[in-house]
C-alpha cells in the first residue's frame, strides 16, 4: 500500500544522482522540481501541483533521478512502489492520463530549448534538432538525448546526419541501459564475494565500447573499426561484443566499402538472428546495393524492412519506405 509522507519546508525529497524506486504524489503543500538548464547550466524549477505525479521517469525507467525535489511548505506525499504504482495505473484511466501530462511537461522543455537554438542562431530546423541533442549527449543527459534523436530519425530519416543521429541515439541508448543495470545491481553483491574481475571486466568493454562509438562521432572510422574489433575478438562479454560488432559493420559503410559492408552484414544476420536492431542492418545493405547503383536489389532489402516492421511506424520503417519511394521515382 502506498505510505504518507510528511516533509518540513525546505526539506529534500529526493536528490539528483540517487537511485529511484518511488514514484510520488503531492498531496497537500507545495514541492519543486530543480533541475539544470541545459544551455545555461543555471538552476530551473517546476512547481508541482496537488495531485500531480513527480518521479515517475526515472523510477519507471530504473535510472538515477535527474533532479532535486524540495518541498517548499510543510507537504504531505503518497509515495508508491513501482509495483504499487502499475497496479494502480492498469486499473485507473486517469492515472494514466496524468502521467502522459508530466512527461509532456518534460518533453515541452526540450522542445522549448530546440524552438530558441534555431531562432537565435537562424539555422535550419535539421540541422538545430541535432545541434540540441549533441549539447545532450556531451552534457550526458542521456535520456533528453536519446528523445531529440530519435524524433530527428522520425522527421529526417534520410537527412545529411542521419548515420551520426543513429550512433549517438544508440549511444544514449546504452549510457541509460548501463546505468541502470548498474544501479539494479549493486545492492546485490554480497561481501563475501570476489566480484571484482567480472566488475572490471563489464567495465572495461563498456568504456571501451563508448570510446568507439565517441571516435565515430568525431568521423575516425578506421579507428574506430579497429576498436570495436578488439572488442570482439576479447569477446569478453557477450552484449558488448554483439553491438560493437554491429558498428564494426557500420564503420565499412560510413568508409565507403560498400561490398564489404553487404557480407559482413550478411554474415551478421546469421550470426545475431535476435539482434534488436536487425531493420537497421537491413538498411545498410539496402543503401550499400544502393550505393553500388544495384536498384533491384536495394528495393528487395527495404522491402524486408518494411515487411518486418508490420504496422509498426517507426525510424526504421519511415527510413525503408522513404528510400524505396526516392529510388523507384530514378
Same mark, same amino acid.
Given at each position: 500500500?502506498? #505510505?504518507?509522507?510528511?516533509?518540513?519546508? +525546505?526539506?529534500?525529497?529526493?536528490?539528483?544522482?540517487?537511485?529511484?524506486?518511488?514514484?510520488?504524489?503531492?498531496?497537500?503543500?507545495?514541492?519543486?522540481?530543480? &533541475?539544470?538548464?541545459?544551455?545555461?547550466? $543555471?538552476?530551473?524549477? $517546476?512547481?508541482?501541483?496537488?495531485?500531480?505525479?513527480? +518521479?515517475?521517469?526515472?523510477?519507471?525507467?530504473?535510472?538515477?533521478?535527474?533532479?532535486?525535489?524540495?518541498?517548499?511548505?510543510?507537504?504531505?506525499?503518497?509515495? &508508491?512502489?513501482?509495483?504499487?504504482?502499475?497496479?494502480?495505473?492498469?486499473?485507473?484511466?486517469?492515472?494514466?492520463?496524468?502521467?502522459?501530462?508530466?512527461?509532456?511537461?518534460?518533453?515541452?522543455?526540450?522542445?522549448?530549448?530546440?524552438?530558441?537554438?534555431?531562432?537565435?542562431?537562424?539555422?535550419?530546423?535539421?540541422? +538545430?534538432?541535432?545541434?540540441?541533442?549533441?549539447?545532450?549527449?556531451?552534457?550526458?543527459? %542521456?535520456?533528453?538525448?536519446?528523445?531529440?534523436?530519435?524524433?530527428?530519425?522520425?522527421? %529526417?530519416?534520410?537527412?545529411? $546526419?542521419?548515420?551520426?543521429? /543513429?550512433?549517438?541515439?544508440?549511444?544514449?541508448?546504452?549510457?541509460?541501459?548501463?546505468?541502470?543495470?548498474?544501479?539494479?545491481?549493486?545492492?546485490?553483491?554480497?561481501?563475501?564475494?570476489?566480484?571484482?574481475?567480472?566488475?572490471?571486466?563489464?567495465?572495461?568493454?563498456?568504456?571501451? %565500447?563508448?570510446?568507439?562509438?565517441?571516435?565515430?562521432?568525431?568521423?575516425? %572510422?578506421?579507428?574506430?573499426?579497429?576498436?570495436?574489433?578488439?572488442?570482439?575478438?576479447? $569477446?569478453?562479454?557477450?552484449?558488448?561484443?554483439?553491438?560493437?560488432?554491429?558498428?564494426?559493420?557500420?564503420?565499412?559503410?560510413?568508409?565507403?566499402?560498400?561490398?564489404?559492408?553487404?557480407?559482413?552484414?550478411?554474415?551478421?544476420?546469421?550470426?545475431?538472428?535476435?539482434?534488436?536492431?536487425?531493420?537497421?542492418?537491413?538498411?545498410?545493405? +539496402?543503401?550499400?546495393?544502393?550505393?553500388?547503383?544495384?536498384?533491384?536489389?536495394?528495393?528487395?532489402?527495404?522491402?524486408?524492412?518494411?515487411?518486418?516492421?508490420?504496422? /509498426?511506424?517507426?525510424?526504421?520503417?519511415?527510413?525503408?519506405? #522513404?528510400?524505396?519511394?526516392?529510388?523507384?521515382?530514378?
Amino acid at each position: 500500500m502506498p #505510505k504518507p509522507l510528511q516533509f518540513n519546508s +525546505g526539506a529534500l525529497i529526493y536528490c539528483k544522482g540517487e537511485e529511484a524506486d518511488k514514484i510520488y504524489i503531492l498531496h497537500s503543500g507545495k514541492v519543486s522540481l530543480i &533541475f539544470s538548464d541545459i544551455e545555461s547550466g $543555471n538552476d530551473m524549477r $517546476n512547481q508541482v501541483q496537488p495531485g500531480e505525479f513527480f +518521479g515517475v521517469k526515472s523510477a519507471l525507467g530504473h535510472f538515477p533521478r535527474e533532479e532535486n525535489a524540495m518541498a517548499l511548505s510543510d507537504s504531505t506525499v503518497m509515495a &508508491f512502489t513501482v509495483p504499487e504504482f502499475e497496479t494502480m495505473a492498469s486499473t485507473n484511466t486517469r492515472i494514466i492520463l496524468k502521467m502522459l501530462k508530466v512527461f509532456s511537461n518534460q518533453m515541452r522543455r526540450v522542445h522549448v530549448q530546440v524552438a530558441s537554438l534555431m531562432q537565435s542562431e537562424n539555422i535550419k530546423p535539421e540541422d +538545430g534538432l541535432f545541434a540540441i541533442g549533441e549539447k545532450y549527449i556531451k552534457s550526458k543527459r %542521456y535520456d533528453h538525448a536519446r528523445y531529440v534523436f530519435s524524433r530527428y530519425l522520425t522527421h %529526417y530519416p534520410m537527412g545529411k $546526419n542521419m548515420a551520426r543521429a /543513429e550512433n549517438f541515439l544508440k549511444h544514449a541508448e546504452a549510457a541509460l541501459a548501463n546505468t541502470a543495470k548498474e544501479k539494479k545491481s549493486a545492492p546485490d553483491v554480497k561481501p563475501e564475494e570476489d566480484t571484482s574481475s567480472a566488475a572490471a571486466s563489464d567495465t572495461a568493454a563498456s568504456k571501451a %565500447y563508448y570510446d568507439a562509438v565517441s571516435l565515430i562521432s568525431q568521423k575516425d %572510422y578506421e579507428e574506430a573499426m579497429a576498436a570495436f574489433n578488439q572488442i570482439v575478438l576479447a $569477446n569478453e562479454e557477450a552484449e558488448w561484443s554483439e553491438k560493437s560488432s554491429y558498428e564494426a559493420g557500420h564503420c565499412l559503410f560510413l568508409l565507403e566499402k560498400f561490398e564489404d559492408c553487404i557480407k559482413y552484414y550478411k554474415k551478421f544476420l546469421t550470426l545475431y538472428p535476435e539482434y534488436p536492431d536487425l531493420r537497421d542492418v537491413m538498411f545498410y545493405i +539496402g543503401q550499400s546495393y544502393e550505393k553500388l547503383e544495384n536498384k533491384d536489389q536495394a528495393k528487395v532489402w527495404y522491402n524486408k524492412i518494411i515487411e518486418a516492421s508490420g504496422k /509498426e511506424k517507426d525510424a526504421p520503417r519511415t527510413k525503408a519506405l #522513404k528510400a524505396l519511394h526516392e529510388l523507384e521515382k530514378r
